[in-house]
């Protein structure tokens, strides 16, 4: 039994979004896995292999896909063995490396407000892709897609962990199923295989920018990993799920969006689906692709509002979050036809300093505590329960995140590296010079103190 | 309800669709020199569900009467997937592309109709009599 499970507090917010999830509650590798397949199962994953063939051959593009992937099982795997080893979600965890004060911040970069601006970008999206399917039908305008589709989406965060494991079991075997059909056949309609091997654009990148484009797909959403992972019966059980999804799906699922924008100049997987006939498929794919990929955004948003404000339960959160969300794609975007740049604009920005979050998580849980402070037991590293004191502000962690996300901005400005991994790499750095000096000059790191409450707040 | 008759009914629901499975990669065999498209795709959707049916029964098979939880859990994964591969035979079954003939169209859509209910229905019910989530 971890140490946490001594400590059990009240569940007053729901999905146990202040607490160490109890024994009782834990759920199988299996499970854990469903849900991070369910959260790729999306089209804009296919979407995004598209930008890999304007710089590639198909097999350039797997060798490319798979490293980038590797890396982000790496990184995304070290920070859903601290929520499964604690039993605790992101925002829970960030008290220790940001403090509990720089942690209310982290949880508005990290989650609560970029998810939210997804949350609409996505549901918009929704709609629009059930309007290329179904143009002519008032049920599937822009607008009327996007709210219903949102409402939708909002079912199973309001019924939170469960519902959503559920809707996952049903749909990531069929979705992945019918992706691989379509893309068998656009390839079988393009001309075959031989077609693939010998399509090429007239550039070839080198491998090093291909890597970085794959890691900063999904760099953000590594950093977050613990909120599903903490729900494992075993502490690897999320580590292992996070890493087979993203190494073997991502990877798949970015070759499979190449090689159909080689061939065709299109990676829309949904609109040929539609073109052999499927057209009930390519609705049901985007339908049910979206659903469990933004149920999540959602559902991670309300438990980072929740350690943020300490107020209301999951679901009025959810219901609160998802009606803005719904309202921006249907009515911002889909009724009055308005840009989501500047949402989009907001959300990229808040993105540079995504990554460095989970650099200072690491350094702190897998460094700094253990070879510093010499806590070797991984269950020791990070308490949580009523009771425990934390402190207000964790200096090096508060600049090394500034840090990392000012040079993963600056260099993206200057074209320099790689910024995601810039950022990642300066704020691992960073924190660990001024955390270690600090706690060798005996100056102290922590400022102020927190005392958590009867209800993990 | 006895825990020998958890073990049969969990064992009688994934063979009925291993059966299931069977029949439809059967179809595909007919109607292989007709069309190539319609025999992969039975091959494919049939093909996970027979394996993932015949892995699952085995794993039922070994478990002791007395191991509810396992047993409804292994039954209620092997469902899952059956019961999701019965949806994509209704929504493939009648593509165009794929060029199956009428009558075993109707064949492979009704079967993944059945596939989806009797899914939907044995997984509740062993979720109800074993005590296992669905979201196992």
Do not use: C
């Amino acid at each position: 039994m971890p140490a946490n499970e001594e400590t059990k507090g009240k569940d007053v917010f729901g999905d146990f979004a202040t607490l160490v999830v109890p024994e009782e509650h834990t759920k199988s590798t299996l499970n854990i896995f469903m849900i991070y397949m369910g959260v790729l199962a999306v089209v804009a994953a296919i979407f995004a292999g598209s930008g890999l063939a304007q710089m590639y051959d198909a097999a350039t593009m797997l060798k490319v896909a798979f490293i980038g992937n590797l890396i982000l099982a790496i990184y995304g795997g070290l920070i859903a063995y601290v929520g499964g080893s604690t039993r605790a979600n992101t925002y829970m965890i960030l008290r220790y490396p940001l403090g509990r004060l720089g942690s209310l911040i982290g949880n508005l970069i990290v989650s609560a407000i970029p998810l939210v601006v997804w949350f609409a970008v996505e549901t918009w999206l929704f709609g629009l892709t059930v309007n290329v399917i179904y143009p002519d039908n008032p049920l599937t305008s822009i607008a009327a897609a996007s709210i219903w589709g949102g409402l939708l989406m909002m079912v199973t965060a309001y019924y939170g962990f469960r519902a959503m494991a559920i809707l996952s079991y049903i749909t990531v075997p069929f979705w992945y199923t019918l992706v691989v059909i379509g893309f068998f056949a656009s390839v079988d309609l393009a001309g075959g295989f031989d077609k693939v091997w010998a399509a090429r654009p007239e550039v070839i990148a080198p491998l090093g920018v291909g890597i970085t484009y794959v890691v900063g797909l999904y760099a953000s959403g590594s950093v977050i990993t613990s909120d599903v992972a903490r729900y494992g019966k075993k502490p690897w059980s999320g580590a292992i799920a996070w890493a087979v999804h993203v190494t073997i799906f991502m990877t798949a699922l970015l070759f499979a969006g190449g090689v159909m924008t080689l061939l065709t100049n299109s990676p829309n997987v949904i609109v040929a689906i539609a073109q052999i006939g499927l057209g009930v498929g390519a609705l049901l794919l985007a339908i049910l692709g979206q659903w469990t990929t933004n149920d999540n955004n959602l559902w991670s948003a309300a438990l980072a509002w929740i350690n943020t404000t300490g107020k209301l339960n999951k679901r009025v959160w959810v219901v609160i979050l998802g009606v803005i969300g719904t309202l921006i794609a249907g009515l911002w975007a889909g009724l009055w036809g308005m840009s989501l740049e500047p949402f989009i604009n907001f959300a990229v920005y808040l993105g540079y300093f995504i990554p460095p979050v989970g650099a200072v998580i690491i350094a702190d849980y897998y460094v700094f505590r253990p070879l510093v402070l010499g806590l070797k037991d991984p269950k020791e590293r990070y308490k949580f329960g009523p009771g425990t004191k934390y402190p207000l502000v964790n200096v090096p962690g508060v600049v090394a995140v500034a840090a990392g996300g000012a040079i993963a901005w600056y260099t993206q400005q200057i074209g320099w590296g790689a910024p995601v991994i810039n950022g990642i790499v300066s704020a691992f750095v960073v924190y660990l010079a001024l955390i270690v000096l600090m706690e060798k000059l005996g100056i102290s790191w922590g400022v102020g103190e927190w005392v958590e409450s009867s209800t993990g707040f | 309800m006895a825990n020998g008759s958890i073990k049969g009914k969990a064992l009688a629901y994934v063979l009925v669709m291993l059966l299931l499975a069977a029949i439809t990669v059967v179809i595909g065999l007919l109607i292989k020199d007709i069309t190539y498209r319609g025999y992969y795709l039975t091959l494919t959707l049939g093909g996970i569900v027979l394996f993932t049916s015949v892995i699952y029964a085995i794993s039922i098979k070994l478990k002791s009467s007395e191991d509810v939880k396992g047993i409804a859990t292994s039954a209620i994964q092997a469902l899952w997937v059956s019961t999701s591969m019965g949806l994509g035979y209704i929504v493939t079954a009648n593509a165009p592309y794929f060029q199956i003939p009428q009558a075993y169209a109707i064949a492979l859509f009704a079967i993944g109709w059945v596939m989806l209910l009797f899914g939907l229905y044995s997984l509740l019910k062993l979720s109800k009599e074993s005590g296992v989530p669905l979201a196992v």
